[in-house]
């Protein structure tokens, strides 16, 4: 019989731990008004997850929506684990197939370590040769998890040095009011400059009067300290 969605839950939960589900809670801000607010873990590490997403590489579509559709977010974050593997490994048919459906349950992608461990591989994985619009337009959403997406799936792009979408997400991304957001485009844009700093001066010294304080401080984490200081103080001009 091929695997299903309940063996595989089966598994996670002889793995749990209430302990570490309890501390995953705390960490991730499960509790009231809290942006993961009523997700539920079971205590099951990453590598573990990761094992099983292996073990589980030929679980069908139809039970990995099963599986993303859990109340346990470790359940959600295993389906997707096995998408980037099936996008990472498969032809062209499949890479479309995983975006499609990736797209189509983006409201099961809801917590920040979600999309981080997917949007690059499934996302900008797929379009990378292709036109970006989509992007754009999940950078205009009203889910924070939505435009967290838009600019993480950027990283496949800075690992090619094209850096245009990463900056141009950005600049939309600018006087966004959600931390995770900051953050989000703050690594970005370290990762930019970890390939191209001048790039990233360029980009820094025209906006960072404007940035949120932890999208800037994010994306200076690399730099001496005389010069973070100086773009932390304003004392930089424009150009």
Known sequence: MPPTARDALNRLQALGSLE?????????KTGPGQYGEGDVFLGVRVPALRKLASEFRHLPDGEVLSLLGSEFHEARLLALLIWVRAASKGDEATRRLVYDLYLANTR???NWDLVDASAREIVGGYLHDKDRVPLYRLVRSKSVWERRIAIIATHDFIARH?????????????GDPHDLIHKAAGWMLREVGKRDRATLERFLRAHHRVMPRTMLRYAIERFPPDVRRAY????????
Do not use: E, K
């Open 20 to 28: 570490a589900a309890a501390t995953a809670a705390r960490y991730f």
């Open 108 to 110: 099961s992608v809801n």
């Open 162 to 174: 094209d850096f245009a979408d990463t900056l141009g997400i950005t600049g939309t991304l600018l």
């Open 232 to 239: 932390l103080t304003g004392s930089l001009t424009a150009s």
